[in-house]
Antibody
Framework: EVQLVESGGGLVQPGRSMKLSCAAS????????MAWVRQAPTKGLEWVAT????????YYRDSVKGRFTISRDNAKSTLYLQMNSLRSEDTATYYC????????????????WGQGASVTVSS | DIRMTQSPASLSASLGETVNIECLAS??????LAWYQQKPGKSPQLLIY???SLQNGVPSRLSGSGSGTQYSLKINSLQSEDVATYFC?????????FGGGTKLELK
């Protein structure tokens, strides 16, 4: 069974940093691109960042570029999101997602989602 | 950025009815479109990809169609388990973008 388990969320002050982790199991992690998608309270979904299966390519939405870093450790089957200079508008539930890749012809098909990690940016 | 306009924002229907949810892209996305279902308090789940391909395990009552800039999700014979919010997503270009969601309730 495919499982994605996020950790590392919580309350953080504006301007500070936080790192999210996502432990993957039930599939060969190194074969899949991965992405973070966030959802502000009572709002819709917003793509944040994507990383290729081997970590060689990364993509970010403009509002987080230069502040957030997506990375992965294939030996540990773990995805990360380092978030710096956090702002109130970054407050959201952050979902770790698997990009279906070859199974679907694109990383963009998000075929597995974690339960989400809540991040609240407030003083 | 490609804008995804989803309609209606909310929908009330009776058990057994057929419902349609529309998604309009601001430019051609060449069928690089997925539909997700999110039940209250839960994570989104993939329903449809490549505009019309049904994800494993999804009931055949659901179907996707469309091309170019216009896409739709159809739910036949509405069941209580279909109560959820539905989102479309384009993955033709970065940044991947989602529609605003359609909240489906039972009448």
């Amino acid at each position: 069974e495919v499982q994605l388990v996020e950790s590392g969320g919580g309350l953080v002050q504006p301007g500070r940093s936080m790192k999210l982790s996502c432990a993957a199991s039930g599939f060969t992690f190194s074969n899949y691109g991965m992405a973070w998608v966030r959802q502000a309270p009572t709002k819709g979904l917003e793509w944040v960042a994507t990383i290729s299966y081997d970590g060689s390519s990364t993509y970010y939405r403009d509002s987080v570029k230069g502040r957030f870093t997506i990375s992965r450790d294939n030996a540990k089957s773990t995805l990360y999101l380092q978030m710096n200079s956090l702002r109130s508008e970054d407050t959201a539930t952050y979902y770790c997602t698997r990009g279906g890749g070859l199974d679907y012809g694109s990383y963009g098909v998000l075929d597995a989602w974690g339960q989400g990690a809540s991040v609240t940016v407030s003083s | 950025d490609i804008r995804m306009t989803q309609s209606p924002a909310s929908l009330s229907a009776s058990l057994g009815e057929t419902v349609n949810i529309e998604c309009l892209a601001s430019e051609d996305i060449y069928s690089d479109l997925a539909w997700y279902q999110q039940k209250p308090g839960k994570s989104p789940q993939l329903l449809i990809y490549n505009a019309k391909s049904l994800q494993n395990g999804v009931p055949s009552r659901l179907s996707g169609s469309g091309s170019g800039t216009q896409y739709s999700l159809k739910i036949n014979s509405l069941q209580s388990e279909d109560v959820a919010t539905y989102f479309c997503q384009q993955y033709n270009n970065y940044p991947w973008t989602f529609g605003g969601g359609t909240k489906l309730e039972l009448k």
